[in-house]
């Protein structure tokens, strides 16, 4: 394994990948931002030749984690902690139609707009003695796409938990990572131009309770005739575990249990990389 693959180790790059980098640190700039750019999608996982079990991997909850590890000479400063709650933002459209009638001639338009609001109403005879009248009014409202949560592990690195505002599972990006870093790192040593640079990494965590499993299709067929007929919900979630087991011990990649819910789990831990001087 090269040096740069070992800094990547992502078991499920289909549900969610990560990209951290920072500016390369030097005596003339011993601090910088950490740009942590993440994406969430549902993942189609088990395509490779080799595995038993296909099926849809996606997430309802996750947290993204920082890790300074304490044999690193590097610190970030607390007051530049991103800790509120914006992320990328999504448009929200309600539109409302009521209709009315009345016994009177004639007709009427109105038209009424607002920054947020617009409604138009119409009054129509019929005959010599009744009117319908509808009345249309749009709503629209900004919405975060996802909700963040800023808190700290229980061993005291930052995490930001994300889950989705509407929808029922991750999708997209929680936050516009070069205009919302996550905080400023500090490089501790002496003398910034000489030695190794220090590394910070960053994870995405969850629970098991947090997976959702769907699709679930065993490749052999005779076998995936047994389910079929038997209906096993339950045997056919085992392999889609011992399929996600397997991948993490082979990524190298920390986890507590595939089979409790609560069970912790670790997806993806990357190293913040200097970003190239041009």
Known sequence: M?????NRRRAFGEVVSVDAW???FSN??????????????TGRVGGEKSS??????????AEIVLVLPKTEPIDIKKSSIARDHRGIE??????KERKHSAGASGSVGVAVTTSTVSANASLEARGDSSISASEKVEIE??????VIHQSKTHDGNYRWGIT??????LNGKPWEAEAFPRGTLIDTRTDKNKGIPPTVSV?????REDMIISDIMIKDEKKWDLFKKGGSQKAKLAAAGSYIRDKLILEGLEFESVDERFGAITLTSVVAEPESET
């Open 2 to 6: 090269s040096a740069n693959e070992s």
């Open 22 to 24: 920072h500016r390369p």
């Open 28 to 41: 003339q700039n011993p601090t910088a931002d950490l740009h942590v750019d993440v994406t969430f999608s």
């Open 52 to 61: 038993k079990v296909s099926f849809r991997l996606s997430l309802r909850r």
């Open 90 to 95: 999504g448009k929200k459209t309600l539109l």
């Open 141 to 146: 409202e900004k919405i975060q796409l996802m």
């Open 164 to 169: 989705p505002e509407s929808a029922q599972t």
């Open 203 to 207: 994870e995405v965590r969850c629970l």
